[in-house]
């Protein structure tokens, strides 16, 4: 049937990618009763799928924006329903409909990665800065190996170092990689997950194109976020590379013995899981196994380990938002790194990275714990 209003067309993209909601959710309230943000604040995850199988979101509200899909609630739905697709419908109608509002971060967001291929903003030949004086290549048809750092540790001047130890440790075990240059762009990720589905078909099909015509065939990745995006995404596209995890690909160089952690690193180190690797994509063994790879270091464990790790608060598109003390997750984790004694909380993503930097920062307790990328660790001790 015709759409005859903006209303019910953003009522139909919400029955297209939020489609089982209607007859699926029996409104038992377990997503509300699981969702981080009610250890915050009040977020009604279940009265909003309700007023969705009604046809009467509220698009006004600021929760449309809250959500950090963090898969928690969809894991423990007893009725499958995809909570993040229906989230993910409602900002695609706001955007596309103009029903409703878009917060700024969204829009400063979007206009950024469209104009200069990242989010923050940054001009695209400083892409590469951080890759100066190390000796990387351009990648170039035969190499074995696409570096792809994310647009976070290839700007943002704390996490460069992110970028630089993984590429260290690549270097040091023989492997022949590359890098791309200003041309590739930000991999999509926050910007489909806060609605803009137009933009999020050109960046694959650039990115694609570019990664194609160089000869890419396996991207390793420092984000979980890349790693999901180019890993179960871009195929629903016909874009298909071998995509693996800096985490896994350390596992798989320490296993095959090219490279061997050996200098000792005393240190007590918990673990933090990102929603992205964990929940989203199955992988909590291999950063263990790298940490525990490591002379000196002694593992804990934290609360909300594995499975029910405990966003950081910055997926969803959240990471570029403002979010109030009182209201960030990130706080939380560091409280609970801090409890099980630990003096390092290590990461593999960075925009857990980012979170638990400032977090650090406004709670003042960088005395106490100091963040590290788990290949920042094996960077030091090999
Ligand atoms: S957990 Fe699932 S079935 Fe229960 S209210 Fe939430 S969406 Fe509906
Ligand atoms: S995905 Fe996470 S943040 Fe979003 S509604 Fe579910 S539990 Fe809440």
């Known amino acids: 049937m015709q759409a005859v209003t903006p209303f019910q067309d953003a009522i139909d993209i919400i029955k297209e990618e939020g489609g089982d909601i209607c007859k699926l959710c029996y409104q038992c309230g377990t997503c509300t009763a699981t969702c981080p943000w009610n250890l915050v604040r009040s977020f009604p995850v ?52 103009g029903i409703g509002g878009v917060p700024d971060s969204v829009r400063i967001t979007a206009k950024n990665v469209s104009g200069v291929g990242n989010p923050q903003g940054e001009t695209r030949e400083k892409r590469t800065d951080w890759a100066k004086d190390m000796g990387i290549k351009t990648f170039t048809k035969g190499m074995d190996v696409l570096y792809f750092a994310c647009c976070f540790n290839s700007y943002d001047p704390k996490l460069t170092r992110v970028a630089k ?70 195929p629903e596209f016909g874009a298909k590379f071998e995509v693996v995890h800096s985490s896994q690909f350390i596992a798989e160089l320490i296993r095959d013995k090219k490279i061997t ?69 990130s706080d939380i984790r560091i409280q609970q790194a801090i409890d099980t004694g630990a003096s390092t909380l290590a990461v593999a993503c960075p925009y857990c990275m980012a979170n638990f930097e400032d977090s650090v920062l406004s709670m003042d307790k960088g005395g106490v714990l100091e963040i590290k990328e788990i290949s920042e660790l094996i960077a030091d001790s090999i």
């Open 165 to 234: 130890a993984t590429a260290k440790i690549m270097q040091k075990a023989g492997i022949n990689f590359g890098i791309l240059g200003s041309e590739q762009s930000c991999c999509g990720e926050s910007v489909r997950k806060t609605g803009n589905e137009e933009l999020f078909k050109n960046l694959v099909q650039t990115n694609a194109d570019i990664f194609n015509r160089a000869g890419v065939t396996k991207i390793v990745v420092s984000s979980p976020h890349c790693y999901h995006t180019f890993k179960n995404e871009y």
């Open 46 to 97: 279940r009265k909003t799928m309700h007023q969705a199988q009604l046809g009467l979101p509220d698009f006004e509200s600021e929760d449309m924006w809250l959500c950090v899909t963090c898969k928690w609630c969809v894991d423990r739905c007893p009725r499958g329903v995809g909570i993040i697709d229906v989230w993910k419908s409602f900002r695609r109608a706001i955007v596309e409909m």
């Open 261 to 329: 952690p050996s200098k000792e690193l005393k240190k007590k180190v918990t673990l933090h899981d990102s929603c992205y690797l964990g929940r989203h994509n199955n992988v909590y063994d291999e950063p263990r196994e790298v940490l525990k790879s490591i002379p000196g270091v002694e593992l804990v464990e934290m609360l909300n380990n594995r499975e029910n790790g405990l966003c950081c608060g910055g997926g969803g598109g959240r990471i570029w938002a403002d979010t109030k003390r009182g209201e960030r997750f």
